[in-house]
Structures are given as C-alpha cells and as structure tokens.
C-alpha cells in the first residue's frame, strides 16, 4: 500500500496476508519502523490479516516537531484502522508500541480484541533520562545514540552471533527522524499509566525479555498484577525480544490469539 494520508498527515501502511481473516494490528518500538515485525508478519499471514505501520516520527510516516503524547499515538492507530474500515482488530505492539496498546485498552476497548504487550510498561522514570536523550539527538542526531541502543536492545551473545540481524537494526535506528525519536520520547517520559491499567478487560499476553534492562521484568510484573487476567511469558531476550527470540515470540503470538 502506498503512503495513505490519515487527518492530513502521511502515514505508512503495510497491509498483508489473508484478506477474509482475523485482522492483527502490530505497532512499533521507538527508533524502529514497521519492519521490525517482519518475521512475524511472515509467519502469520497465512491466518491473519496484517496490518503494520510506521508509528509517527518514525520511518516513513509524518514526523512534526514535538512533543507527542501516548494518547495521540493510541489515536494515530485508531485513525488507521477507520481508514481501512476496520472496526475491531487484535493488537501486538513492542515497547513504545505496547504503550499505545494500554492506551487503546483503557479507552477503546471495543475496538481491540486481544492484545500483546512485550516488553512494555507503564511508566518509564525518571524523566531527565528522557531529556537527556532528547537533547543527545537534537544536538547530534540518531547517530548519537545507535551504539547504547543497540546494547539495551540485544544481549551480548544475540549481537555477536547475528551480525546481519544487528546491522539492520543499526541503519534502522539510524534512519529514525531526530524530531519524530524526540517527540515520541517526550511522550514516553510524560506517560503515567499504572493506574488506568486496571481497568483493562480484554484479554492480555505480557511478553518481556529476561535480560531486559529498559522495560524491566519488574516493571512487567506490576502490570501482571494490575492487568486482570493477564498472561506472562518471559523469553530468553533483552528488549526487542520479537527479534531475538522470533521463533518462540511468534509461537506465543499464535498459541494465544488462537
């Protein structure tokens, strides 16, 4: 699908898979885009129509100068489905993606089926981590930050045994607008959601790395308790563990949407 323009801003869209069948909506991590999920979407679309974009400020997609908020996220996704006349989707979305999903769970709850939030939380302090990073990039762009990136995202032996995986991910952070990684960081340190977590109804799978040193398995843990009924699997990962451990990641996927 070529660049769709939702609300006036442009938006890229990949839509996939089996046109009759369950539609899965995947959403992003900050500093990534939409091919993050590319083994996954593989693997599914056999069953599942799939549906994955660029989140704003990232890839291909609008990227104003910010700040942004969660809610505005939680709405761009929102937006997307209405343009392809979507009523109800099953959601996946990955750190900043699993963001949006506790956004969309607590204030749009009909038009989510079931949802998988990995290695997310609720509330990511303090925030002068946040603006430091924010600065970081808007001095001296992404390139600042591709080498700690790349350290929270993947455990040792993940980079050193799939140099290929990395060296995609490092052009793909990289490639990342300076003002769309600023303005979704600006949301991720505004956001406070533990509370409103406990009103999600639907039902839930918590994925998270064990070696996670962003989203903690702790900061999972908290939302297990507040989430009612909610499922947890913590996979042989750090933070992007769809990529590390994409076999046993989409295997849950599958088991749980089934």
Same mark, same amino acid.
């Given at each position: 699908?070529?660049i769709?323009?939702?609300?006036?801003?442009p938006?890229?869209?990949v839509?996939?898979?089996?046109?009759?069948g369950?539609?899965? /909506? %995947?959403?992003n991590?900050l +500093?990534?885009? $939409?091919?993050m999920?590319?083994?996954?979407?593989?693997?599914?679309?056999?069953?599942?129509?799939?549906?994955?974009?660029? +989140?704003?400020?990232?890839g291909?997609?609008?990227?104003?100068?910010?700040?942004?908020?969660?809610?505005?996220l939680?709405r761009?996704?929102?937006?997307? $489905?209405?343009s392809?006349?979507i009523?109800?989707?099953?959601?996946?979305?990955?750190?900043?993606?699993?963001?949006?999903?506790?956004? $969309?769970?607590?204030h749009?709850?009909?038009?989510?089926?079931k949802?998988? /939030?990995?290695?997310t939380?609720?509330?990511?302090?303090?925030?002068?981590?946040?603006n430091g990073?924010?600065r970081?990039?808007?001095?001296?762009?992404?390139?600042?930050?591709?080498d700690a990136?790349?350290e929270?995202?993947?455990t040792?032996? %993940?980079?050193?045994?799939?140099p290929?995986?990395i060296?995609?991910?490092?052009k793909?952070?990289?490639?990342?607008?300076?003002?769309?990684y600023?303005g979704c960081?600006?949301?991720?340190?505004?956001?406070?959601?533990?509370?409103s977590?406990r009103?999600?109804?639907n039902?839930?799978?918590?994925?998270?790395?064990?070696?996670?040193?962003?989203t903690?398995?702790?900061?999972?843990? /908290?939302?297990?308790?507040r989430?009612?009924?909610?499922?947890?699997?913590?996979?042989d990962?750090?933070?992007?563990s769809?990529?590390?451990?994409?076999?046993a990641?989409?295997?849950?996927?599958?088991? %749980? $949407?089934a």
């Open positions: 699908m070529p769709k323009t939702i609300n006036g801003e938006f890229n869209i839509v996939e898979g089996k046109a009759a369950p539609v899965l /909506l %995947f959403s991590s +500093s990534s885009n $939409l091919s999920w590319d083994a996954q979407a593989e693997a599914l679309k056999d069953t599942y129509r799939i549906i994955r974009y660029d +989140s704003r400020g990232h291909k997609s609008t990227a104003p100068e910010g700040p942004y908020s969660i809610a505005e939680g761009d996704a929102l937006a997307i $489905l209405d392809l006349r009523g109800k989707a099953h959601f996946c979305g990955l750190s900043k993606g699993g963001m949006v999903g506790q956004w $969309l769970l607590t749009h709850r009909d038009r989510i089926g949802a998988v /939030l990995a290695n939380s609720a509330q990511m302090p303090p925030p002068d981590l946040w990073r924010i970081n990039v808007t001095q001296n762009g992404m390139a600042a930050i591709v990136t790349i929270r995202w993947f040792k032996g %993940f980079i050193e045994r799939a290929q995986e060296a995609a991910v490092r793909m952070i990289a490639a990342t607008p300076a003002a769309g600023c960081a600006a949301a991720i340190r505004d956001m406070d959601q533990r509370e977590i009103a999600i109804a039902p839930v799978l918590l994925i998270s790395g064990a070696y996670d040193p962003a903690t398995p702790a900061m999972m843990e /908290l939302m297990r308790e989430i009612k009924g909610a499922q947890w699997l913590s996979l990962a750090a933070h992007i769809n990529i590390e451990q994409a076999a990641f989409t295997k849950a996927i599958r088991e %749980f $949407l």
